[in-house]
């Protein structure tokens, strides 16, 4: 069987103040590399060898990423770095607290954002900057998506990147981020709409897929 490990980077300072982030970098907090260093040794209990780590452009992300291969003695497999992995962008929640937004907004209204599969964050009125994407179109820099927004950008990296290693019996490693994550699951495990808004994605806590030849769920385990 091949196995594909997912993980949520560690803890981010955005999550340390508890707010909005979507593509903004946020750093790793001091706890947040040391929770890097304990999925890492988690792992190197399991002895999974990775042919590929797949992660997104943003700096919580990578430095997991590099903080896990090197507590599993695995700093020389590649890693592919892409935007389609990215967070969802919380539009104009972005930089928020969330609590003050569920002042500002209300609990209902904050629930559907941040859980539904197809409620839209209010929209940033234009797309940053940033030299990382100079090399794309505008048109992928979001102004704000729902989880179902994300997925359609997620899905295709999923289908041309990563399935196709696993059908060669090729580990993957994915270090990404929690709605990131939320959408490769609900493909996975083939999670409906309406129960998505129940699967939650801690931070640094692997979870190990078994997969057959034709990709389906055998087994799951979180470490």
């Known amino acids: 069987m091949v196995k594909l490990v997912l993980l949520r980077h560690g803890q981010s300072q955005a999550n340390q103040t508890n707010t909005y982030t979507g593509w903004t970098d946020s750093l790793l907090t001091e706890e947040g590399a040391k929770e890097a260093k304990k999925a890492g040794e988690l792992l190197k209990k399991e002895k999974i060898f990775f042919s590929t780590v797949h992660t997104s452009f943003l700096v919580r992300a990578i430095k997991t990423a590099n903080i896990v291969l090197s507590t599993i003695s695995q700093t020389a497999v590649p890693i592919r770095k892409n935007w389609r992995l990215n967070e ?5 929640l972005r930089g928020i607290n969330k609590d003050l937004s569920r002042q500002i907004y209300g609990k209902h ?45 997620i899905i295709p990296y999923w289908l041309d990147n990563i399935a196709p290693q696993l059908l060669h ?38 979870i190990v897929y078994e997969l057959d030849h034709k990709l389906r769920v055998t087994s799951k385990r979180t470490l």
């Open 109 to 153: 209204q904050v629930a559907l954002w941040r859980r539904s599969y197809d409620a839209i964050p209010p929209l940033m009125d234009h797309p940053d900057y940033d030299r990382r994407y100079d090399r794309y179109s505008n048109d992928i820099l979001p102004l704000g998506e729902s989880l179902k927004m994300a997925s359609e950008r």
């Open 88 to 92: 969802r962008h919380y539009g104009a």
């Open 169 to 206: 019996g090729e580990n993957q490693l994915v270090v990404a981020h929690g709605s990131t994550l939320r959408a490769l699951i609900k493909y996975i495990e083939e999670i409906s709409d309406e129960k998505i808004d129940g699967v939650e994605v801690e931070n640094a806590v692997p």
